[in-house]
């Protein structure tokens, strides 16, 4: 988050990333609607949502009632405007990414630091090839960091991934966040620390699914702007989730207009 803001970024670059999935995170960002504090990320309190899981319904327990993670959720939460086609995020070698052979990468992993490094290179340049590799290392740089965090180093998929922008758009990037956290949570349900993916999502999701604090901005169509994260949070301190009234729990319906059964279900072979 900090990163893009500290680009500056032109509005030929803009124009290049409002044609991605991404572009109602980015313009978040770019805009200061969304600042690190507003969004700081609460261990406990996902480790307790983790802990509420049921390995048979596939759900979580907020008080009596059970509810699951869906499409429509995520596109309400972060934004992301994409297509059906699947997210294969589970292989990916340097040979196979053009970017590298590109931009001559030498290097045999790329870390955040490196992408860093890459994005201010290419940042002050009008060429249409430079623009679009600023978009595309943004691109790699919000899954690596936020969507599908792994670690230190980037995998390659992620990047093959992005190359395609006008493909970018046909991806099913919110199934994907769900398959990528879910698979982790079924597998390490009875160890939560261990879990990985976009656990954030989490802390959103249950913003959206309770009512003891209210929105900063209710009127923002997205949860990543609408909620602030310490604040919902500081209401829990003297209740358990699986002790809230019915009173306490909604169901609130997304601001998105894809109202077909979206339920992910069924974790697919892209991730591990």
């Known amino acids: 988050m900090t990163l893009i803001k500290e680009l500056n970024l032109r509005t030929c670059h803009k124009e290049v990333l409002k044609k991605t999935p991404f572009w109602g995170m980015f313009e978040a960002i770019i805009e200061n609607r969304l600042s690190p504090m507003q969004c700081r990320k609460k261990d406990k309190m996902i480790i307790e949502i983790i802990n509420t899981y049921d390995l048979v319904t596939r759900k979580f327990q907020l008080g009596r009632e059970s509810m699951g993670l869906t499409r429509a959720g995520m596109v309400s ?5 994409c297509g059906n086609e699947f ?3 589970k292989y990916g070698c340097k040979e196979e990414v053009k970017l590298v052979a590109r931009r001559e990468i030498s290097e045999s992993r790329l870390t955040s630091t490196s992408l860093k490094r890459l994005l201010k ?14 978009a595309r290392l943004l691109c790699l740089y919000l899954c690596h960091t936020f969507l599908f965090p792994t670690g230190t180093t980037v995998k390659w998929v992620y990047l093959k991934r992005v190359e395609d922008l006008d493909r970018l758009r046909g991806y099913d990037w919110n199934g994907a966040i769900i398959n990528k956290l879910m698979s982790s949570i079924r597998k390490h349900h009875h160890e939560p620390r261990k879990v990985t993916g976009c656990v954030m999502a989490l802390l959103y999701w249950l913003c959206e699914h309770t009512n003891l604090s209210k929105a900063d901005h209710p009127e923002h169509p ?8 310490p604040l919902v949070v500081s209401k829990f301190k003297e209740i358990r989730l699986k002790d809230l009234k019915p009173s306490q729990v909604v169901s609130r319906q997304a601001n998105v207009a894809r109202t077909a059964d979206d339920e992910v279900s069924v974790v697919q072979d892209s991730v591990s």
């Open 77 to 81: 939460i972060f934004g992301i405007s």
């Open 87 to 89: 997210v294969s995020l």
């Open 121 to 134: 290179k290419y940042l002050g340049s009008d060429e249409k090839d430079d623009i679009e590799d600023v």
């Open 222 to 229: 997205l949860g990543i702007v609408k909620w602030n994260i």
